[in-house]
Structures are given as C-alpha cells and as structure tokens.
C-alpha cells in the first residue's frame, strides 16, 4: 500500500522582531480579530492540528474550530466538527487534563518516543490515540507516514519553534504562513518561529519562495512556499 503523507502547513504569529512569545514563554496577542478568523479558516480546511508539547504546556489550547458556521460547514461535508489534534511530546507529558484531550469532539493524537514512562503513556490512551516512533526522541518523518495511514492530508502546524524547525529540519514543510505584528518583544532567550541548535552552513537553509503577501490587522501576511531542488 501507498502511503501518502500529509501536506504540511507552518502558521506562526510573531512580533516585528521574530518573537513567538516573552523569554517566560508567556503567551502575548500578536494578531487580531481577522487574523484570528485567518487561522480558523485554515484549520478549518485541515485534516490535523498539530502543536508540540511546550505549546500544550505553556498555553492549553484546544486547538477546536471557533465559527460556528465553519464547523456546519465541516459536518455537512461529512467531515468531523474538528480536525484530528496531534501532539509531538517525547516524554508523553501531555496533561491527563489537558485542554486538547477533553474539549471538542474528534480524535487525539500523540506522537511520543519509546523513551517515554509506560505509564504516562497508557494513561494518555485513555483519551487519544498514542503513536511511538523514534528511540529518543520522537521521529517526525515517521509520524507524518502514520498519519498518512490515517487518512490525513492536509495538516497545519501552529508551532512552537522547536517543532516547526523540526518539520523543517526534517523536510516536511510544504508551506508556511507568517503573521508579523506590530509589536516588538525582545529578549534573547524569547523563542523564534525556528528554535534549537539552527544551522550553519547556507547549504543547509530552508529556501522559501514568497508567494503573496496581504495587510490584514496592524501586521501583514507573509505566505511563503518551499522551493525544492
């Protein structure tokens, strides 16, 4: 059988000078009302969400459809109300009351390592559907191929940086949306839209193709595609 892996969206709200947040990981509004219905809207047209686990720990988002009319809109097409919520969280620290396990309808996923405690992860099965792949760390190539599996096509990624520069690391990201506001954050410890080590060879650098660019709020979309070789 063949498997398709989904195509991936990168959507991140950032300050004017690249912040996603303050260095305490403290959640700021970036964006605003329209952005907002943006983002729901894009969701609202993926099969998956997916955040990793700093995401879930510092904000407990639902990560749930917000309109109304898009998710009559989602139930018509015979689709769920809400798209398939993935966690990328290697230790399987994901909450038992987490937010994304209990509101909304629909699927869970998490995606954890083999190095994970057994018993955080039986207790994560209880409400999601539990993926291991990777010794160490959890494997991203390997998930997106499970979630292929599944039936997901189309995902979008709303972050953090550790996990978007994994996806990009790992040559997954089809696309990426950047929502720069009109704030500035500061901080060298504050985290970016692509966290961790980095890179250091021009060799080794994502090369994006700018595809359109819109005024929306005080800020301004940057909608970007990833050239291949």
């Known amino acids: 059988m063949i498997c398709m892996r989904p195509v991936v969206i990168v959507?991140?709200?950032?300050?004017?000078?690249?912040?996603?947040?303050?260095?305490?990981?403290?959640?700021?509004?970036?964006?605003?009302?329209?952005?907002?219905?943006?983002?729901?809207?894009?969701?609202?047209?993926?099969?998956?969400?997916?955040?990793?686990?700093?995401?879930?720990?510092?904000?407990?988002?639902?990560?749930?459809?917000?309109?109304?009319?898009?998710?009559?809109?989602?139930?018509?097409s015979g689709r769920p109300e809400h798209p398939v919520r993935v966690v990328i969280d290697s230790r399987a620290r994901t909450?038992?009351?987490?937010?994304?396990?209990?509101?909304?309808?629909?699927?869970?996923?998490?995606?954890?390592?083999?190095?994970?405690?057994?018993?955080?992860?039986?207790?994560?099965?209880?409400?999601?559907?539990?993926?291991?792949?990777?010794?160490?760390?959890?494997?991203?190539c390997r998930v997106m191929d499970e979630l292929g599996k599944m039936g997901i096509r189309r995902l979008v990624a709303e972050g953090g940086g550790t996990l978007i520069a994994g996806?990009?690391?790992?040559?997954?990201?089809?696309?990426?949306?950047?929502?720069?506001?009109s704030i500035v954050i500061g901080g060298k410890d504050a985290p970016t839209p692509a966290d961790g080590p980095g890179w250091t060879k021009e060799t080794e650098f994502a090369r994006l193709a700018l595809a359109e660019v819109t005024r929306i709020d005080d800020g301004v979309l940057l909608h970007w595609t990833i050239k291949t070789a």
């Not at 720990?57 to 917000?66: G, V």
């Not at 869970?108 to 559907?129: F, Q």
């Not at 040559?171 to 929502?179: A, I």
């Open 11 to 76: 959507n991140v709200a950032m300050s004017a000078d690249g912040k996603l947040s303050t260095r305490e990981r403290r959640q700021v509004k970036i964006s605003g009302k329209d952005d907002f219905s943006r983002v729901d809207r894009l969701k609202a047209g993926c099969d998956a969400v997916m955040v990793g686990i700093g995401t879930v720990l510092a904000d407990d988002p639902s990560l749930t459809i917000k309109s109304p009319d898009l998710k009559k809109e989602r139930l018509d």
């Open 95 to 140: 909450p038992p009351g987490a937010s994304i396990l209990h509101k909304g309808d629909g699927q869970r996923v998490i995606a954890v390592s083999a190095r994970a405690d057994p018993g955080r992860v039986e207790a994560l099965r209880t409400t999601a559907t539990v993926i291991v792949a990777g010794e160490d760390e959890v494997d991203l």
């Open 167 to 181: 996806l990009v690391r790992a040559g997954l990201v089809d696309e990426l949306y950047t929502y720069v506001g």
